[in-house]
T-cell receptor
């Protein structure tokens, strides 16, 4: 099992450019999440999908959109990148078919995004 | 809504010394509590979790944590720190099935010889 995979690992954009960060999990998890990590700020939730077909805003959704393409894949799109979106982005997944609160949340390796 | 506070931003310990990282949570019901570790340039890895039963839980890499309901705390401990333990540590609280975990801001651990 690969767990949670993310592409790309690194990306440099110019202000105003768009891009999509890809995330996939092979653990048959129901829930998937996108976080951003900035120095001193910890992990902040951008969007999440509690199950296939649903998405919800997290703490910092402005400037982002998401798509839960199927149970495996959850993408994050920046329509018009801004320097404030320079960050490390982590995708995570959690919860099998029983979906218990005790389920572990698994993280991908992250995407380092720089917006110039 | 739940929240997590990690009071210490950065801690430095000597190799072989004991370690305690503090975590306080706010949540009305019985929480699900987690500790994760992040090595430089890596994703987050689960160290241990608590949801019920024995309040002292054992994790990987020799870590343990104790849940104290009266203090709303879930502190992480290790009796003897190794240089490879230098990393950032995150405490998290969960409310229930398939809901997002809420993370603290993290504690960076440095280990000196």
């Amino acid at each position: 099992n690969a767990g949670v995979t993310q592409t790309p690992k690194f990306q440099v954009l110019k202000t105003g450019q768009s891009m999509t960060l890809q995330c996939a999990q092979d653990m048959n998890h129901n829930s998937m999440y996108w976080y951003r990590q900035d120095p001193g700020m910890g992990l902040r939730l951008i969007y999440y999908s509690a199950s296939e077909g649903t998405t919800d805003k997290g703490e910092v959704p402005n400037g982002y959109n998401v798509s839960r393409l199927n149970k495996r894949e959850f993408s994050l799109r920046l329509e018009s990148a801004a320097p404030s979106q320079t960050s490390v982005y982590f995708c995570a997944s959690r919860g099998g078919s029983a979906g218990r609160g005790t389920d572990t949340q698994y993280f991908g390796p992250g995407t380092r995004l720089t917006v110039l | 809504a739940q929240s997590v506070t990690q009071p210490d931003i950065h801690i430095t310990v000597s190799e072989g010394a004991s370690l305690e990282l503090r975590c306080n949570y706010s949540y009305g019901a019985t929480p699900y509590l987690f500790w994760y570790v992040q090595s430089p340039g890596q994703g987050l890895q689960l160290l241990l979790k608590y949801f019920s039963g024995d309040t002292l839980v054992q994790g990987i890499k020799g870590f343990e944590a104790e849940f104290k309901r009266s203090q709303s705390s879930f502190n992480l401990r290790k009796p003897s720190v190794h240089w490879s333990d230098a990393a950032e540590y995150f405490c998290a609280v969960g409310a229930g099935r398939n809901t997002p975990l809420v993370f603290g801001k993290g504690t960076r651990l440095s280990v000196i010889a």
